[in-house]
């Protein structure tokens, strides 16, 4: 151990740092967090990383930075450096909405928010626009029809009239109009499986809101064309939302084990599992514990906790 203080061993990382010496600047960082662990030091470390664009590891200091004081808002701000340059931007937006929050002045801020909201939040979709053959236009002419008009009483404004369920015209509408939507989107069928990612993300935003239909569709998905599929990497939404689905009990088969074990060797999945809440990996090894009984899948279900994080008894 240094004969320096953690103090004295911060100011030479500062001073490597303002002489652009990133590693020396990092290892007298790392010096003094092994004598006082202290989120100043561990975001100027994170600082250091981004200027060698260490992206992993600054995200993980910034991280323990933000941890250890929810307040210091320099850490937010290069974390969400670190997601941008990882490809994470959803993850970058809500730091900058954090961080725009408590400082609305931010320069810095604003200007990447901006830049992903216009260069990553709005992708592309290819529409096909077809014209009309005029062999199936319809040659009739138009026609008018007439509108009889219903008179209602304009001087009360309110109808005194209720369903029979007891609910005004304008609720009843609406609660049928929810029940419709609801139906909707659980007989709505699976969407196609993904090729690519950017179907994989649409598909995603289309069931999102139902974990367990996302999960189904993520099993339609063959194995074999996950390298391919998840190449330019994974979502942290994606995961949570399978995890999510983890929160009702699992009543399908053990394709659930070679789907998850593949999907941990994906690109940026690493990252994505630091943003776990500790509930969705409980609920992850509570799922498979069902599978945990038969000696066959214990190898792989230890593959899947370590690459999930999750904590082995």
């Known amino acids: ?11 030479k990382g500062n001073q490597c740092f ?16 092994e004598q006082k662990l202290d989120h100043v030091v561990l975001s100027n470390r994170c600082q250091s990383y981004l200027s060698l664009k260490y992206y992993e590891a600054a ?8 941890r250890l004081n929810p307040d210091f808002v320099k850490s937010y701000w290069r974390r969400a450096l670190a997601l941008t340059n990882l490809g994470i931007h959803s993850k970058a937006r809500a730091d900058l909405k954090h961080i725009l929050e408590v400082e609305p002045e931010n320069k810095a801020a604003q200007e990447l928010s901006l830049k992903i909201s216009i260069t990553y ?35 009360s404004g309110v109808s005194t009239t209720t369903s029979e369920a007891g609910l ?6 609406q609660t049928t109009n929810d029940q419709i939507a609801t139906a909707s989107a659980v007989d709505e069928p699976l969407p196609p499986p993904a090729k690519t990612a950017d179907q994989f993300s649409v598909a995603w935003t289309s069931i999102k809101d139902n974990p367990q239909k996302f999960l189904e569709y993520f099993l339609t998905i063959p194995i074999s064309s996950f390298d391919e599929l998840f190449a330019p990497g994974v979502e942290p ?4 939302t399978i995890l999510m689905a983890f929160e009702n009990e699992y009543t399908g088969n053990e394709q659930i084990l070679y789907s998850l074990e593949k999907l941990t060797t994906a690109p940026r999945f690493e990252v994505c599992t630091m943003f776990l809440s500790d509930k969705m990996k409980m609920d992850l090894k509570n799922t498979l514990r069902k599978f945990s009984s038969l000696e066959e899948y214990s190898s792989i279900i230890l593959k899947i906790f370590e690459g999930f994080g999750v904590n082995i008894d």
């Open 1 to 11: 151990m240094s004969e320096l203080s953690a103090e004295d061993l911060k100011a």
């Open 18 to 33: 303002k002489e652009k010496r990133f590693h020396k600047a990092i290892s007298y960082y790392s010096q003094s967090l």
């Open 59 to 66: 995200l993980t200091d910034a991280s323990e930075s933000i």
């Open 121 to 155: 939040d709005k992708p592309i979709v290819p529409i096909e626009i077809y014209d009309k053959n005029p062999y199936v236009r319809s040659k009739k002419p138009l026609t008018r029809i007439p509108v009889a008009e219903k008179e209602s009483d304009f001087d």
């Open 168 to 173: 005004t015209p304008l609720q009843n509408e």
């Open 237 to 240: 939404e994606w995961i949570e």
